[in-house]
């Protein structure tokens, strides 16, 4: 029986801190931003479990602990501040907070027109007991 | 010329040397580039053909795989998993599909937790981030529901500088891990052993069958394989060569397979000719060889150099070690007049030349190594050994008797000094207690393993861990508890709502501009 | 009497903590009694003067003097002000504030003090109900301290601090209305020409200092001999020393080619006038050759120079005192003439090439120094009697706006009318006796002088015709001012009158010392017997007067006087005549010989046109250098600036290129 060699698992490691720096930097959806954050310091307590595992001791996975409590914080703030800025602007577009910029620089705005949203066939309305009703649609349209 | 030569010498590097990383980041650049979210989408199935291609790249070319066993294949499960969640995560456009993708990236981590005997984590990370971290994320996901598509989900910023920013960060990140634990002599040497063991193992099966294999064959098969091993044992001495000499048995897994596949080589050949080679014994001796090998692959550290003042002392212990030899010889021979001072002054001038360097390295080391006992304690001994020294010598020149016992017991303590002098630069050892396991500053030769090469854990792993969090992070922990204590205050300030007036008809009267609103 | 010796150093502090007093508490609190620090400070020093020039005819030997016994010489050293070099090494340089007291200091000591002191008294009428009446003060008392201190200063850099106080004090008197243009460029332009002389100055002071390891008077006479060795392989040696310190004394005495801020100093008050640029400072010059007489007397060359130099300004600016109409103008080319003559007498004192006797050199510093003396007194008294009209006449000095005002003010007429006849040399007043031991000089050293006899005997005639065109001139302005028909500018207004006692008191004291001062001094030998206990200056032999001489001068003085009475009393319309007959030359003494107008031409117009150029350089060339370094910031954070544009994924991009760096730079080492 092998075990599996240090590497395998920081090069795992790595490619998880990786793509949480990707997502956090394309993606403007501030919830997944803060999701692509916690997946990065998933990469960063898989390295130093394996650590811990290779070195023989405590002191890496005592560190994932810290590492979680921190990551418990950091979602309890992100979250009630994510919460105060979409009650601002209705959205969680990160790329809404652009005040900060250089006073001579014109905002970065959105050009390309986003695709029309895919048609979605009314909602049929369930009587009671789960059969479709029979109705017509003018009917429909006043309930 | 030297840009240029960075250039050419960096470009070498990345599309030469290193093609099977360049590969599999620049395929996995695309893939991820691909499949992120945009108004207009670009075909998915290139974007997940590049995808796979890339983690199958990673897997073959840049870490390749070892012999498959359980333990390997859960490892590669758990990985392979994690590493498609997370690209589901950051290409997915759905927030809440994300969340759940990333609730798979903790499951998955979770597995390689409990692969490194981190049970206590497992559990710890699944409650913690998939049970309250991630709900709290669809939580909150549901009270700020948005409209689809939204800018916010259906666009990337800057999706291919972000892209090549990442990639390049893991390519150097890969790049280093793998420099830094693969070692290909090391590798080549494990090759040349296994080849062996197949063909012994071919061998022994033709014996199991009933075909006693040819004189010839077992010649060669015992030849061959001995100069392998004595090959690979040398270059491994080579590579763990310490000026106190060898110690007749190595202390390391690698080191004492090695000896021991040696001394079976050596038995086995004397039976060469009594037709009663035992070749399960070749088989173990190199089996076991093999087994440590594969084990120092993942912990070998073959080209970080011995920098700073540590690595600069290793010469000088040599030479100190050369001059007790010398006076050890004076000492114990007759020697004449002549011989003494010799001796004794080119001693002195080893001594003299080692304060010298010595005393450069104290000054340019910061306050607090320059008044570490270990410093002191060195340049204590220096002193005192080269002003005995000076003594002696004077009294060779008068022809009185020498006293070489004392000498001798100076440069031993010179280089017992520097031999500590040099370790002072790794981190302290009595810093945490024997809770948090083995200290940091042991070298991986050094730590107690099992059979298997691994190091040892203590088996109530939640138990002593929970031992090390409140002995020696005790600190540390109350301060993370107040961490959260404070963020949790935080987050009740931050998303509190001030209570807004009712408009009732008195507030409209009296501010007729309706500001109420 | 010795003991006044130890208040040496009041002589120049008194002053000077009047100036401080005066300078610090005059506008806020004394006000309109901001004379009497200024007066009260200087009465004490000319009262110290007084003692000190009797207790120095003593023979005495006070303290230890630096080299040797020196009779009638104190050296009071107070603190030493630097030194350079090793002590006991040749190149050791200590340089003290060391004051000195010997017959030649006690007669400048009492010229200053005295004369400064009348003076004083008479700008409290002068300058009554000026603005600036506590500057006035405050800086005629620093200009005391100044000449006092390069009077009494044993060694040539505490001469050249004076040197240059003085010429600051100057600066600031002459400027003192600086709100009139005219006033402020005349101050400039004093100050710059005088600079160039510095400079010279300050080249032979080093040279000296170079060659003779000290600055103190006596060391440096004392290595004389030395010098003169030195010349076998250097002859410029101690020609050059000479010269380079006549600079200096003609850039302050204001000869020949440095004269020509001297009239255009009048700008300033009378009183300055007087003081400064007729009395004390202007002699500075005189005082510095005189002391060096040893030195000069050595380098022949340089004494022609000296001789040459004096003699033609005499000439010059006795020729331009012919035509100007401006009586303060006039009577500063006369100054210009009456220093010229000192310098002619000073370069005549030609050493004798044998025997240590050197009859000729005491003789001709002596009579620099009388004519000093008494030109001090009388021109002194002209001034503050032109002064006196001025003030009458409303600030109007044009001699052809007034005439005839001897019934208006007939103090002033007197005083002014003896000092006429005291300057224009008339027999037994003042001028005649230094005048005629000038001549006497001149006279003697064409005969002394083996190879340059024949230049002395021109620069001899040159004083004779000099001596004509003074009484001429002096009597010209006289007769056109208070005699004939009364006229008076309107600027006087209806009360043009005498002037108040507080300004005609210096003046009638200062008008008997003009008249008889030389009656004393001079045939009695008074003076000379004096002057000679000097030590360095040879000793004199008796020497009776030369009385073919004397006549010649009383000759030419009364001819220049008779002129002067038949062109501008009796027949007036003449001098209208001679000057349209004569042009050209009545054009050229009246531009005053066009120097100013060659110096406007040669010298200061290339210099502004250069500095034009170097302006236009500045702006164009090193401007837009300037400029492009300081666009460069702009230019890079114009680059940089889409980096801030507030989208925090930017931000994060920046960091994590800043991250593979770190990374790639730690995977290369």
Redesign the interface.
Same mark, same amino acid.
């Given at each position: 029986m092998n075990p599996v060699p240090l590497q395998h698992f920081l090069v795992v490691g790595a490619i998880l801190f990786a793509l949480g720096?990707i997502g956090?930097? $394309?993606r403007?959806n501030l919830i997944i931003m803060f999701l692509c954050a916690e997946m990065m310091l998933q990469g960063v307590a898989l390295n130093l479990v394996a650590f811990a595992r290779y070195r023989g001791n405590l002191q890496g996975q005592s560190f994932v602990l810290f590492i979680i409590t921190v990551a418990a914080c950091e979602a309890a703030l992100a979250l009630a501040l994510i919460l105060v800025l979409y009650k601002r602007k209705n959205s969680l577009d990160?790329?809404l907070?652009?005040?900060?910029?250089?006073e001579?620089?014109e905002? $970065?705005l959105d050009e390309e027109p986003l695709e029309s949203p895919p048609e979605t066939s009314a909602m049929p309305h369930l009587p009671p007991a789960g059969r479709e009703p029979q109705k017509k649609r003018e009917e429909t349209s006043h309930v | 010329m030297f840009l240029l030569n960075f250039l050419s010498s960096g470009l070498k590097l990345v599309f030469v040397d290193q093609w099977p990383l360049t590969l599999a980041a620049v395929v996995g650049l695309l893939a991820i580039y691909l499949l992120l979210p945009r108004p207009r989408r670009l075909p998915l199935v290139w974007g997940i053909a590049a995808g796979i291609a890339a983690l199958f790249a990673v897997v073959v070319l840049v870490i390749p795989p070892t012999r498959l066993s359980v333990e390997g294949v859960i490892f590669y499960v758990c990985a392979v998993t994690a590493i498609l969640a997370g690209g589901l995560l950051v290409t997915q456009r759905n927030p809440a599909r994300a969340a759940l993708s990333f609730a798979l990236v903790v499951l998955a981590t979770c597995g390689m937790f409990v692969l490194q005997a981190a049970p206590f984590l497992m559990a710890a990370t699944i409650i913690v981030y998939a049970g309250a971290i991630i709900v709290t994320f669809l939580f909150v996901l549901m009270l700020a529901q948005q409209e689809f598509p939204s800018d916010a989900d259906a666009r990337s910023?800057?999706p291919l =500088?972000?892209t090549a920013?990442?990639f390049? =960060?893991l390519g150097? =990140?890969l790049? =280093?891990i793998t420099?830094t634990y693969q070692h290909p002599t090391l590798q080549s040497h494990l090759d040349e052993v296994t080849a062996g063991l197949q063909s012994i193992q071919t061998l022994v099966q033709q014996q199991e069958l009933g075909q006693s294999p040819s004189q010839e064959d077992l010649d060669r098969a015992i030849k061959e394989n001995m100069a392998k091993v004595t090959a690979f044992e040398e270059w491994w001495k080579e590579q763990h060569k310490t000026s106190e000499g060898d110690p007749p048995i190595p202390t390391d897994p690698l080191g004492q397979a090695l000896y021991d596949a040696e001394g079976a080589f050596e038995r086995q050949k004397a039976n060469l000719g009594r037709d009663d080679v035992s070749l399960v014994d070749l088989e173990a001796a190199l089996d076991k060889i093999r087994a440590a090998a594969e084990i120092h692959l993942g912990t070998l550290r073959p080209h970080v150099a011995t920098s700073g003042e540590s690595g600069r002392l290793r010469p000088w212990i040599e030479s100190i070690c050369q001059a007790t030899t010398r006076i050890r010889k004076l000492r114990e021979g007759t020697p004449t007049t002549e011989d003494r001072v010799l001796g004794l002054s080119e001693t002195k001038k080893q001594l003299d030349d080692f304060q010298e360097v010595w005393q450069g390295s104290v000054q340019k080391m910061t306050e607090p190594n320059r008044t570490l006992p270990e410093t002191v304690r060195l340049s204590q001994a220096l002193t005192q050994a080269r002003t005995r020294l000076t003594e002696q010598l004077d009294r060779a020149r008068g022809d009185k008797p020498v006293e070489f016992k004392e000498i001798e017991s100076d440069l031993d303590q010179v280089r017992t000094a520097a031999v500590v002098a040099r370790g002072t630069l790794r981190p302290r050892t009595d810093f945490l207690s024997d809770l948090s396991g083995p200290p940091a500053s042991l070298m991986p030769g050094e730590i107690r393993r099992d059979e298997y090469g691994r190091p040892h854990l203590p088996a109530q792993n939640s138990a002593y861990l929970g031992r090390s969090l409140f002995g020696d992070y005790l600190l540390a922990v109350e301060m993370g508890g107040m961490l959260l204590l404070v963020a949790t205050v935080g987050a009740i300030a931050i998303a509190y709502r001030k209570p807004t007036p009712r408009a009732t008809p008195a507030n409209v009267m009296a501010d007729p501009a309706g500001r109420t609103a | 009497m010795s003991e006044v010796f130890s208040y040496l150093w009041l002589i120049p502090a008194l002053p000077l903590l009047a100036a401080t007093v005066t300078a610090f508490f005059g506008p806020r609190f004394l006000k309109h009694n901001s004379h009497w620090p200024c007066v009260a400070s200087v009465a004490l020093s000319a009262l110290l003067s007084f003692a000190v020039f009797f207790a120095v005819r003593g023979t005495f030997h006070e303290g230890p003097p630096p080299l040797g016994e020196r009779a009638n010489t104190v050296f009071k050293t107070y603190y030493t002000w630097f030194e350079a070099g090793t002590p006991g090494t040749p190149d050791h340089l200590q340089v003290g504030l060391t004051l000195r007291a010997d017959p030649l200091t006690a007669i400048m000591l009492i010229t200053v003090t005295f004369i400064g002191l009348l003076i004083a008294i008479y700008s409290i009428g002068y300058m009554h109900d000026d603005p600036g009446y506590p500057r006035f003060f405050a800086a005629v008392a620093l200009f005391i301290t100044s000449m006092t201190l390069l009077v009494l200063g044993d060694n040539f850099l505490v001469l050249f601090a004076g040197w240059e106080g003085v010429g600051l004090c100057s600066y600031l008197l002459i400027g003192f209305w600086y709100s009139k243009p005219a006033a402020a460029a005349a101050a400039r332009k004093a100050f710059l020409v005088t600079r160039i002389g510095d400079a010279g100055m300050l080249l032979g002071i080093s040279l000296l200092w170079f060659k003779c390891g000290s600055l103190q008077y006596d060391a440096v006479f004392a290595t004389l001999p030395a010098l003169k060795a030195a010349q076998a392989t250097e002859p410029w040696l101690l020609t050059a020393i000479c010269l380079l310190l006549f600079c200096g004394a003609a850039g302050k005495s204001a000869q020949f080619p440095l004269h020509v801020w001297l009239p255009d100093a009048m700008e300033g008050p009378t009183p300055v006038s007087a003081l400064i640029h007729a009395a004390t400072m202007v002699t500075a010059g005189v005082y510095l050759v005189a002391r060096c007489t040893p030195l000069f007397s050595a380098a022949p060359d340089a004494q022609l120079v000296v001789a040459c130099i004096g003699g033609f300004t005499a000439l010059l600016a006795a020729l331009i005192a012919l035509t100007q109409t401006d009586l303060k103008r006039v009577l500063a080319y006369s100054t210009l003439s009456q220093l010229g003559y000192m310098f002619l007498a000073l370069g005549s004192a030609v050493a004798l090439e044998d025997g240590a006797e050197q009859p000729l050199v005491i003789l001709a510093v002596t009579a620099a120094i009388f004519h000093l003396h008494t030109h001090a007194f009388f021109k002194a008294l002209l001034f503050l009697s032109a002064g006196s009209v001025m003030h009458a006449m409303g600030g109007v000095i044009d001699m052809r706006k007034f005439s005839g005002l001897k019934k208006v003010m007939p103090t002033t007429r007197w005083t002014f009318l003896c000092g006429a006849v005291a300057l224009a040399g008339l027999p037994i007043f003042s001028g005649f006796w230094s005048k005629d031991e000038i001549l006497a000089a001149a006279y003697e050293a064409s005969h002394v002088s083996k190879p340059f006899g024949g230049v002395y005997i021109v620069l001899f005639l040159a004083g004779l015709i000099t001596a004509g065109l003074t009484s001429f001139y002096t009597f010209r302005a006289y007769f056109m001012t208070f005699e004939g028909e009364e006229k008076i500018p309107h600027e006087a207004g209806h009360h043009a009158h005498e002037s108040p006692p507080v300004m005609t008191v210096p003046l009638q004291i200062l008008a008997f010392f003009a008249l008889f001062i030389g009656l004393i001094l001079g045939p009695t030998h008074l003076f000379g017997g004096f002057l000679e206990k000097t030590p360095d200056l040879p000793k004199t032999v008796e020497e009776g007067h030369n009385w073919i001489l004397m006549l010649g001068s009383t000759l030419f003085a009364l001819a220049g006087t008779g002129l002067a009475y038949y062109f501008y009393l009796l027949k007036p319309a003449l001098p209208a005549l001679l000057a349209t007959r004569l042009q050209g030359l009545y054009q050229l003494s009246y531009n005053k010989f066009y120097i100013d107008d060659l110096y406007d031409f040669f010298i200061v117009k290339p210099l502004v046109g250069a500095a034009d150029f170097t302006r236009i350089f500045d702006k164009v060339v090193v401007d837009s250098l300037v400029d492009v370094v300081g666009e460069m910031p702009p230019l890079v954070g114009a680059l940089l600036?889409?980096l &801030?544009?507030?989208? !925090? &994924?930017?931000y994060? !991009?920046t960091m994590?290129?800043g991250?593979?760096m770190l990374?790639?730079a730690?995977?290369r080492s």
């Open positions: 720096a956090f930097m $394309t403007r990160v790329s907070w652009q005040e900060l910029r250089e001579s620089e905002p $970065t | 910023r800057e =500088l972000a920013t990442g390049v =960060l150097t =990140l790049y =280093l420099t | 600036r889409p &801030q544009n507030g989208l !925090v &994924q930017y994060a !991009v994590m290129i991250l593979t990374l790639i730690l995977a």
